[in-house]
């Protein structure tokens, strides 16, 4: 049923939909026509959802018994971690929260890096994802500094010295991010209130992102443009909501997993010593999930330069729709993009594993060659590949694969022929 | 109908945006000066330090303004080295007459220029100070010598209140 057709059942709901359309919106998110093809690496997006509102809930359920002040933070967790009934559980969900809500992003990310979800009509989604990435990457950081440990106040110092790499006016914004002139109690008080915003803000960003979503309709596998609804697709519940339904219980495997077999096997020892802005621990590294973006920044051997390095490898994604040149979406019909997209892969692996090693030596010149291979990767192999690769055909409908061998096949490419 | 004329609504339009422009800029002002340093983080501005039982080769750290500060007593071997050094081998070029006024006392933040970590003292490849953050190394007048640090770790104003007190600040 096309939503616009749409009316309640009951004369209730007739009346109150008329005057405000929740029912049309509910009937509109059930019935959405949804390609038939889409494998598990489409049920992240629900999960991230999850992994959001669990955020949300065992954060604020955190604030009811955190302090934020700098005499007072370090103490206050640990009064959550022995004192508070079931403390430990709520601030381990939430710690480990962060983890599972990269890994799942990074899964979500790559998924549409390989069937090409960027392109064309979904640049919007995909920017609007990039802000949620960002602002992510904000709330993480700015939550790891709560705590006030060794590691939270030397990362603070670390990341907000990176603005002091501007031309003139750096040192001031960073007096000014601090409101002194070190890290201290006015920068955890004003942490703490933006990392209770933000998620709020991703929030809104992901309403943005799913209404985005809702105008062209899901990607798919193949990668082709399909009719909706038509035989090509499915409604999305039942038989989308039960297969993210699945996934999500096999996510909260792995995230149970760490939560009550390894809560501190993704954290630092040192954050558990209280912050001494006297003494700087011997190997600072930030959280997993930004270690490939520390690589790039240790690898360039001037400040500023490093520091523009790093913002312009998260930054070149917004861009991305149009660095990749080629029509074919899905890497499926790309034979030569798909070696390179694994070869990407393996390179943001392999600086990651690098950015949790001491810049120096072996490590410092493979974090070298791939911070370049980086930027040689979406500046040059993917604009050069659209026009150079010879990809295979394309389906017409995700239908027609299945349908191979069967005359109806020959006929369906014949009629498609003549009418372009 | 197209006529360019200016009329009087136009005078209206623009009159208005532009009061209501520095109205809002009035209002962002304060709520972005509010996250500059308060009266009473500026209040905190010098600090008073003990030398006297600081023996040569050896180093203090005191905490100014939320930041560590090193006061150095360095030796004479170490004056002598950082002396020595020519400007042209410098990254930073600075004298060592002019960061350490006394030669013996060495008073400077203990701060890397690059992220801001604390160096660790008697380390690196300049008998100095080595940063284990990125790898930033410091002769023995804190000088940027090797690493991605790009200046010399400052020197704060201080005096000597008298032979034993610095005051910083």
Request: with cysteine.
């Amino acid at each position: 049923m096309s939503e616009h057709d749409y009316r309640p059942k009951s004369k209730v709901g007739q009346w109150f939909n008329d005057r405000l359309p929740l029912l049309t919106l509910a009937n509109h998110l059930t019935d959405y026509p949804t390609p038939k093809n889409l494998n598990y690496w489409w049920t992240f997006g629900g999960i991230l959802t999850f992994c959001l509102i669990t955020q949300i809930v065992t954060g604020l359920t955190l604030a009811m018994h955190y302090i934020a002040h700098a005499d007072m933070a370090f103490e206050s967790v640990e009064h959550i971690m022995r004192d508070v009934n079931y403390g430990w559980l709520i601030r381990y969900i939430h710690a480990n929260g962060a983890s599972m809500f990269f890994l799942a992003v990074y899964i979500h990310i790559f998924r549409s890096l390989f069937y090409g979800s960027y392109k064309s009509p979904r640049e919007i989604i995909w920017i609007l994802g990039i802000i949620i990435y960002l602002l992510m990457m904000a709330a993480a950081f700015m939550g790891y500094v709560l705590p006030w440990g060794q590691m939270s106040f030397w990362g603070a110092t670390v990341i907000t010295n990176l603005f002091s790499a501007i031309p003139l006016v750096g040192e001031g914004i960073v007096t000014w991010l601090w409101g002194g002139y070190s890290v201290d109690n006015p920068t955890l008080t004003r942490f703490f209130t933006l990392h209770y915003l933000i998620p709020f803000l991703i929030l809104g960003l992901v309403v943005l992102h799913i209404w985005a979503l809702h105008v062209p309709g899901n990607n798919n596998p193949v990668g082709i443009d399909i009719k909706k609804p038509s035989k090509d697709t499915v409604p999305f519940h039942p038989y989308i909501v039960i297969k993210d339904g699945f996934a999500l219980l096999m996510f909260m495997i792995v995230f149970a997993f760490f939560v009550f077999y390894a809560p501190n096997i993704l954290g630092h020892a040192d954050n558990y010593i209280e912050a001494n802005p006297m003494v700087t621990p011997a190997h600072i590294v930030p959280e997993w999930y930004l270690l490939p973006f520390y690589a790039i920044l240790r690898s360039v051997p001037d400040k500023l330069l490093g520091v523009v390095a790093m913002l312009s490898a998260i930054l070149i994604l917004a861009v991305l729709p149009w660095l990749d040149t080629s029509k074919i979406r899905s890497a499926v019909f790309r034979p030569l993009y798909r070696q390179f997209y694994w070869i990407l892969v393996a390179d943001v692996l392999i600086l990651g594993y690098v950015g949790a090693m001491p810049a120096e030596g072996l490590y410092l010149l493979i974090a070298r060659v791939a911070t370049a291979y980086y930027f040689l990767h979406f500046l040059v192999i993917l604009p050069v590949l659209g026009f150079k690769e010879k990809t295979l055909p394309v389906p017409l409908s995700i239908t027609e694969p299945v349908l191979a061998g069967s005359p109806n096949l020959a006929a369906a490419r014949n009629k498609e022929s003549k009418l372009e | 109908m197209s006529e360019k004329k200016i009329k009087r609504r136009d005078f209206l339009f623009t009159a208005t945006t532009a009061v209501g422009a520095v109205g809002a800029a009035a209002v962002v002002w304060p709520m972005i000066d509010q996250m500059n340093p308060d009266a009473s983080v500026k209040a905190l501005a010098s600090t008073e330090v003990d030398v006297s039982s600081l023996t040569p080769g050896n180093t203090l750290t005191v905490l100014w303004r939320g930041k560590p500060v090193f006061i150095r007593r360095r030796t004479q071997d170490e004056i002598d080295e950082a002396r020595a050094v020519k400007m042209e081998d410098l990254i930073h070029p600075e004298k060592d007459e002019d960061r350490a006024q006394n030669p013996e006392w060495l008073v400077m933040l203990g701060v890397c220029t690059h992220l801001g970590c604390v160096p660790l003292n008697d380390k690196g490849d300049y008998n100095g100070w080595f940063c284990p953050c990125h790898g930033s190394h410091y002769d023995t007048s804190g000088r940027i010598r090797k690493g991605p640090a790009p200046w010399n770790m400052e020197v704060p104003k201080y005096e000597f209140v008298n032979a034993n007190t610095i005051k910083i600040g």
